[in-house]
Each structure stands twice: as structure tokens, then as C-alpha cells.
């Protein structure tokens, strides 16, 4: 949406991008048939949904996400001073905090940009919690006693103070099976496979209506 721009506390979620890992994290943790779409956001259509639709800050109809995305990866936004720049939970390099130019260098721009419904109560303390888990390492895991944050846990994590997102049963497969990739995955890691228990991922920050879609990273202004 031309005019508009990040924020701290906004947070960029990556679709599949169609690589083996990436792969099975969409497959496991797509939304199901009884969730639904609304201007941007996803709720399971048991919930109520409220009868007004979300808007921008200048009181504009928010931007309306045409399909229903499965996203494999999240990070969140922290503008200050020094620019824009991304902190987030990632495999190869743990826990980072790099300028939005190296996010896009190392991820691309094909990313969507959502925002919290209600207004943050306290950015500052999300900032000050996600810098303190910079530097910890990956969680392969996906398990929360494990050491280490994987993606959605780093963020879940940041905004902790603002109860925002819960926890939920993870999930590793369709209509709670198991892919055959998880097993091999966990057999390597010599863990059990945490089907059921609780977790997060990127979908599942949006499974409720704490947050709503503000536009397309490609297409956000002043981002820099």
C-alpha cells in the first residue's frame, strides 16, 4: 500500500519458498478449511468475529489480503534513529538483528507486513525484549524448554508483556499425522516429535485477530 510504512512492533511473514524446509513447516501448520479470511487476517470461523472491519490509523478501510497465505517465517520491525532493521530467529545464524537491506538481500522482498490491531502498549519494552535474545542460537527443536528461539517463538517471546498471542498445540502434519520428513528430522535430532504440544508458529500469531494486514513489504514506502 503506497503511503504507508513500517513501525516497531510490525511484524514481515515469508510464504514457503519452496525449499525442503520451509516445505514442511507450510504443509504441517496451514490454516485449515474452518478458518477464514478477514481484511487481512486469519480467525477460526468458530470465533466471533467483530461486526466492524479493521482500519488504518487515518481511519481508511484496511487493505484486504485477496487469499489465504501460508507463511513458514516471521520477524519483527524495530525503526529507530539509525534506520530500519529486522530481528528475528533464523537457522543458520541464530538469533540477529540486521538493517531491513540485509533482510531483503538474504530473504527477498516477497513478504507481507501485519500490524497489531490495538495499539502496543509499551514498544520499547518488545524492542528491549527481543535485544536480549539476540545472540542465543537456533531452536531446531521446536521445543519451548529447549535452549534457543526458533522463529515465531522469538517473537511470541518479544511481545510477551503485550498478550497478544497465545500458545497453541503444534501441529506436524495435516489432521494431526505426522509427515514422514518430522520423523527423520527429530530421529537426527534424537528428540520425540512434540505433535500436540505447545507451541507457536507463523500462522498461528495469526490464527486470532491480535493482528492486521497493513500491505506488501514490496510495496511499502519510506521503509529505509
Not at 519483527?76 to 533464523?90: L, N, S
Not at 490495538?118 to 519494552?125: C, F, I, K
Not at 522469538?154 to 498478550?163: I, K, R, T
Request: hydrophobic letters at 40%; charged letters at 20%; glycine letters at 8%.
Amino acid at each position: 500500500m503506497r503511503g504507508a510504512t513500517v513501525q516497531t512492533g510490525d511484524l514481515i511473514f515469508l510464504p514457503d519458498d519452496g525449499k525442503t524446509f520451509s516445505d514442511m513447516i507450510s504443509r504441517s501448520t496451514a490454516m485449515s478449511k474452518d478458518s477464514v479470511a478477514l481484511n487481512g487476517k486469519t480467525a477460526a470461523a468458530t470465533k466471533t468475529l467483530g461486526s466492524r472491519d479493521p482500519e488504518t490509523s487515518n481511519g481508511a478501510p484496511a487493505p484486504v489480503r485477496a487469499s489465504l497465505p501460508t507463511y513458514t517465517h516471521v520477524a519483527m520491525v524495530e525503526r529507530g534513529d539509525d534506520g530500519v532493521h529486522i530481528m528475528h530467529a533464523t537457522v543458520k545464524r541464530g538469533c540477529i538483528r540486521q538493517s531491513l537491506a540485509e533482510f531483503i538481500a538474504d530473504r527477498g522482498a516477497d513478504a507481507d507486513v501485519f500490524r497489531a490491531s490495538r495499539a502496543l502498549r509499551d514498544p520499547r519494552s518488545i524492542v528491549r525484549r527481543a535485544r536480549a535474545m539476540l545472540g542465543a542460537p537456533y531452536n531446531p527443536s521446536f521445543r519451548i524448554e529447549q535452549s534457543g528461539y526458533y522463529c515465531s517463538e522469538f517473537v511470541f517471546q518479544a511481545f510477551a508483556n503485550e498478550h497478544l498471542f497465545h500458545l497453541t498445540p503444534m501441529t506436524f502434519g495435516p489432521d494431526r499425522s505426522v509427515l514422514p520428513q518430522w520423523v527423520d528430522y527429530y530421529r537426527k535430532l534424537g528428540l520425540p516429535i512434540p505433535n500436540g504440544e505447545w507451541g507457536t508458529s507463523p500462522n498461528s500469531l495469526l490464527a486470532g485477530q491480535a493482528l492486521r494486514f497493513i500491505g506488501a513489504l514490496a510495496d511499502l514506502d519510506r521503509l529505509g
